[in-house]
Structures are given as structure tokens and as C-alpha cells.
């Protein structure tokens, strides 16, 4: 499922691709993935003729943003794509969603085998609304040891599912979780409140360099992934606890563990996380 390193990656590879471009046509393939109330006819019709300003990300989504204050909102669900059509590896797309055909002759594509993913149209106050309902950006200043522990002072949660919430802490998800748990030596399974304060100072600390290190390696393909060019990332060969259960830990030696917390999947060294 895409994460923050993800959609960041997907941002930054649109972000030099598709500002000044204007919208001459929408076609919708796939009605199911547009957000309730959102028709066909009314994307089409409030994006005819509207120019990309700029895109940027606010937790897991990919922002297109348009003049007159418009903003497109991509969550790529498990299994979302968005690729330009003059990308190499456009042609491999084929479960493509939505096109927003540009005057310039490409298109931006939005793909989704699953179709768990969600496009929004909101207006400037439509947005403050969506965007005041994710918590804080793990990368920004904003997101300090200190407000890691006081926000974690209220849940009696494991850990894990409790950095999943993304009314709290927006971008992260099982993946990444699972990683800086590792990292900080702390146990996917312990109630958030019980993490001392040296443990959240280290949480914080290594859930921002896992985020940053995959963001650099163009994010995680377990699978479906794919940046603004079709391309896998390569973080995956840089997971050290993820999906290795049986596989001894790269630390201790001792043997990594899986455990299911609300139906996901968690993986941990019972030796280095407490
Ligand atoms: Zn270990």
C-alpha cells in the first residue's frame, strides 16, 4: 500500500512534469474511484480549461493543485498509479481510472487494478476541511518528541496500529511503522502510552530517517507501486524486519517474528524490540 515515501516520490516526479499544463478533457473509465457525491460529468466540467499550478502531498495523497484554487486529491488506495502518458512505461498501464487529457497533447493517468484508491475535487474550503482532518506531517518541524509523547500519553493501542491513525500522525503506514518500531528497539504490540520518553524520542527520530532513506531510494514495491514513470522503487531490498518472518534478525540473529494486530500483519526482533 502506498505510504508517505510513495506519494512523495509520485509528487516530485509530477511536480517537474506537469505545472503549466492545461486540462481540455477529462474521461473517467472507472466512475467507482471518484469520492462519493464526485459524478464523471462534474470533474469533467471543473476541470475543462483549468491549468496545473502545482502538486504537492499531505499524508499518503498526491495534490494536484489548479488555478482558481481547485485541488484534485489522489489516495492511491493499494494499488493506485499515477503516470504521465508520455512516461516510457505508460503504455504498461491497464487498469487506467481516469485521464486528464492536457492541451499539450499528453494526459495525467490515474491507474488502479484494485480501485481501492479515491479522487476528490475540493475548493480552497473544501481542502482546509479534508486537510485539517489529517494529523501532523512527520517531516515537518512540527512533528517534535515532545508532541509524539503527549499525543501517545491518551492510547492504551499497540504502537503499531495506533501510528497507523492517520488523524494523528498522516503518511505512515503498516510498512514504514513496522521499520521504525525495529529501528527504535520497540515491540509493535506495546500500548502506545507506555513508551517511555527516550522510546519516543527515538520513534520520532527513526520514523523520520526510514521515511527520508526510502523517499531517497524512490520509495517500496512489494508489488503494485509505481512512481510518475511506471517505475518500481528500491527500498524494498532495504527493509530489515518487513515481511521477514522466520529470517533471522540483521542485528541479533534471533529468528523475526510475525503477529497479527487488527487483521495486519506486524514483524519484530523479540530480542531487540522490548
Ligand atoms: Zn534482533
Known amino acids: 500500500m502506498p505510504e508517505l515515501p510513495e506519494a512523495e516520490t509520485i509528487v516530485r516526479d509530477l511536480r517537474a512534469r506537469i505545472p503549466g499544463g492545461t486540462v481540455t478533457r477529462v474521461s473517467v473509465a472507472r466512475p467507482d474511484v471518484l469520492h462519493t457525491g464526485l459524478t464523471a460529468a462534474a470533474l469533467g466540467r471543473r476541470l475543462r480549461g483549468r491549468t496545473v499550478t502545482g502538486v504537492s502531498r499531505r499524508g499518503k495523497n498526491v495534490v494536484i493543485e ?3 484554487g481547485l485541488r484534485l486529491i489522489i489516495n492511491l488506495g493499494m494499488t493506485g498509479r ?5 512516461a516510457s512505461r ?7 481510472a481516469v485521464s486528464l487529457h ?3 497533447g499528453r494526459a495525467i ?3 488502479d487494478a484494485r480501485r481501492f484508491g479515491d479522487l476528490d475535487l475540493r475548493d480552497e474550503a473544501g481542502w482546509s476541511a479534508r486537510d485539517a482532518e489529517l494529523g501532523v506531517e512527520p517531516l515537518s518541524d512540527a512533528f517534535t518528541a515532545d508532541l509524539l509523547h503527549s499525543l501517545s500519553r ?12 492517520q488523524k494523528r500522525i498522516a503518511g505512515v503506514g503498516n510498512i514504514y511503522a513496522i521499520e521504525a ?5 520497540i515491540r509493535p504490540t506495546r500500548r502506545a502510552r507506555t513508551l517511555r520518553r527516550r522510546e519516543t524520542i527515538a520513534l520520532r527520530d527513526e520514523l523520520r530517517n526510514v521515511l527520508r532513506e526510502s523517499i531517497n531510494s ?7 507501486y509505481r512512481d510518475a514513470s511506471g517505475e518500481p522503487g528500491a527500498f524494498v531490498r532495504s527493509l530489515r524486519v518487513y515481511d521477514r518472518q522466520g529470517e533471522p534478525c540483521i542485528e541479533c540473529g534471533t529468528l523475526i517474528k510475525r503477529v497479527v494486530l487488527s487483521n495486519r500483519s506486524a514483524f519484530y526482533c523479540p530480542s531487540c524490540q522490548k
Not at 181 to 185: D, E, K, W
Open 218 to 224: 524512490r520509495g517500496t514495491t512489494i508489488s503494485d
Open 109 to 111: 493517468l490515474y491507474d
Open 66 to 68: 489548479f488555478d482558481a
Open 181 to 185: 518500531l525495529f529501528r527504535a528497539g
Open 154 to 165: 491518551m492510547s492504551t493501542s499497540p504502537i503499531r496500529n495506533w501510528l497507523l491513525d
Open 90 to 96: 505508460a503504455g504498461e498501464l491497464r487498469h487506467i
Open 102 to 104: 492536457l492541451r499539450d
Open 82 to 86: 499515477v503516470v504521465t502518458s508520455d
